[in-house]
């Protein structure tokens, strides 16, 4: 593309001589060149937190105020919001992000266990107007789609159905996967697909997590996000076949401002697939950026290293072949 603009600066300055017409057509040519060149180099953001329970009123507001600074596109959050899902604890967390809020950010929350305590309701009063009416059937408000310029964005609820705790609604997931065009694909959900600390996750039912797995491998998705563990740990889920560059990779989300636990493996039930750490840390006060620059994805941890200062550690960086246009239908 560079060269090809260069050769129309060249052949602009030669027929200025020869026709004025010819360079008028020439010089909008050049203007699309610069213009298509500009398209392909531009990046954008999203930010991703989790687990942000009582420590987010004395920190939240800090990590909302990063995040506006970060001028990011969308806020994704993992779930477990505050410790009990209740009308008062959300409406304190609306006012710990208010900077997000008041920046005209969008903030898409998928429900943790806490939250699942408080009722679906309560969930629905406080954040229904800003979720996608877009989800399954009896899960309206709970889980949902978003699209960004050349991203689809995909929350999932796992306990709206009590009698299908730790799973999701597969049917749903394959259609929107069937229709959609766009190169990248982010999933988020509360619970890590693979057991790092906790035994309740989607791994419980290891047959279901591999159909969900097997889904997003098929849609491109290289990035699956979730919380739940309170620590950071990156793991490559390596699929077998050889090669790491089509692997999905899990990220387990320390937290926001719930306590921060320690340790974990990779101890569930994961056949046929191998978890293999990249990066673990244990520290709280934390979130995610993502910056997408055409087929090229960035992702990087930021923690709290003290009041107001925020330190980039633990970077990611993969390209996904292709880009094509269109949002999921």
């Not at 050049?30 to 180099?41: M, N, R, S």
């Not at 689809?152 to 609820?157: A, H, P, S, W, Y």
């Not at 793991?235 to 089509?246: S, Y």
């Amino acid at each position: 593309m560079r060269k090809m603009v260069e050769n129309m600066f060249f052949l602009l300055n030669r027929d200025i001589l020869k026709n004025r017409a010819v360079a008028f057509g020439m010089t909008a040519l050049f203007i699309l060149g610069v213009a298509v060149c500009h398209a392909e180099d531009e990046s954008w953001k999203f930010a991703r937190i989790s687990d942000c329970q009582g420590g987010f009123v004395r920190t939240g507001g800090e990590i909302a105020k990063a995040i506006v600074q970060e001028k990011v596109d969308l806020v994704i959050v993992a779930g477990d919001l505050d410790n009990r899902g209740s009308d008062v604890a959300y409406k304190r967390w609306r006012e710990v992000m208010s900077p997000i809020y008041q920046a005209g950010i969008p903030v898409y929350p998928v429900r943790g266990n806490h939250d699942a305590a408080g009722g679906g309701k309560t969930w629905k009063d406080a954040f229904g107007a800003d979720i996608p009416d877009n989800g399954p059937t009896n899960e309206v408000d709970f889980t949902y789609f978003v699209t960004n310029k050349n991203a689809l964005f995909i929350g999932i609820d796992v306990y709206v159905n009590t009698n299908r705790s730790h799973r999701v609604n597969q049917g749903w997931l394959d259609k929107v996967i069937a229709k959609n065009t766009l190169p990248h694909v982010f999933v988020y959900a509360h619970e890590p697909a693979f057991k790092v600390l906790h035994a309740d996750c989607l791994g419980a039912y290891p047959e279901d997590r591999n159909k969900f797995w097997e889904t997003l491998k098929r849609a491109g998705c290289r990035v699956y996000f979730c919380g739940h563990d309170h620590v950071v740990d990156h793991a490559r889920i390596d699929d077998g076949d050889g090669n790491p560059d089509n692997d999905i990779h899990q990220y387990v989300g320390s937290t926001a401002g719930g306590s921060v636990y320690h340790g974990g493996n990779y101890d569930g039930k994961n056949a046929p697939y191998v978890p293999v750490r990249v990066f673990h840390e244990e520290h709280g006060y934390s979130y995610l950026v993502g910056e997408i620059r055409g087929a090229e994805v960035k992702i990087c941890w930021k923690y709290r290293v003290k009041s107001n200062v925020f330190e980039q550690v633990g970077t990611w960086n993969y390209t996904v072949p292709g880009v094509k246009t269109g949002p999921a239908q």
